[in-house]
């Protein structure tokens, strides 16, 4: 089957360090960090974002989810996110001190996935070692490589902290460090360099030039303010298989790459909020697969807004705002590729995605 559906986680217990973690990971909507600063209540037996998140990251083997985040630039939509949070002091500050976060999520064996992130931003290495040293859940250990990092027995994550940048992973202990950056390395600064508002600074950590960049270029003509967000999937003719079977779709299409991106589009006139659109680009093996993708999307939006929702309908805004982006979104043919382009999105939505991410990331078994 060959198909791909794109919508596709105090006292001394309040360290600066671990907030931090708390909060990137969180903007990525993949970290599994217990929150032991909220008050929490059982999730429903089958929550239907959940199902949906579990769904459309159904990584077979060899599968990889590219992320790139660029936090410092979207002061606005961080504004919006901070105003749908529970009040929680550790969560705002993480938000303020995160610049840009580059991660991958790919298939560990077994059915499970793991997760590498790597973090940019205002961490002085020294203070968060500090605060670790004296945190009882984090233990100093040393890798096969003798690189110093900090392991958190309890939630599986490991921590390698440099001047500016945090390593974090919730990989098997053991994996060389090295491997880890070289997997999150291609998701980096070079990748959301696209269009001349975006430069690449001087020093970047991140410098691997992002896999099939050209496929990038209608993105650049289109281009009408910030990119805060890029996403793509290597291999995505099995991965994206693997998501339809898992959502029981009885649906076989060849799709060969698989881009999106998240951009701000600056105000009009005397507006103060800054809409946001999604560009998803979608490239099939030749023209003819690519009209018949086309015609199929274009008949699903005629149905996208009386389809059930995973786990019953209308119990989750987040999956209400995802089927709307299916069912209203601009679709156009580029020779073998499809770009599909969202209707403005408003900033106070985009925060309810990156919410609800947060609130999903900080357990799979309690939400705030």
Known sequence: MKGHF????????????RNILWTVGALCGIFVISCATIPSRPLPEKDPFDVLLNSLLALPPGGQFYMGARIADAAGLRTEIERTLPANESIRQGLKVTEQISMVLYAAG???SAWVALLEGRYPAWQINWSLWWHPAWKKRRSAEGIPFWYNAQEGLSLQTEEHTLLLSNAPEGIPFRELLNRVKP?????????SQSPVPANAPSSYPMPDKKAFSFFSSRQKGRVILIGWLNEPFQTVAASLETLSVPLSVPIERVFWVLEEIPPEGTEK?????????LQTPSVSHARALSALLRL???FAGTLPLPGGPGQDP?????MSLLSTGNIQQ?????????????????ALLFSRLLVYSTSKKTIP
């Not at 073998?336 to 985009?350: A, G, N, R």
Request: aromatic residues 6%.
């Open 300 to 302: 699903s939006q005629r």
């Open 6 to 17: 794109f919508f596709k986680r105090s006292d001394r217990g309040r360290v600066i360090s």
């Open 318 to 322: 987040l999956a209400q705002l995802l």
């Open 110 to 112: 077994e059915g499970q």
């Open 273 to 281: 909020d800054s809409p946001y659109c999604l560009y998803l680009a």
């Open 187 to 195: 998701a980096g600064t070079s990748a959301l360099s696209i269009g």
């Open 334 to 350: 580029e020779e073998t590729s499809l770009v599909i382009e969202s209707k403005p999105i408003p900033s106070q939505d985009i």
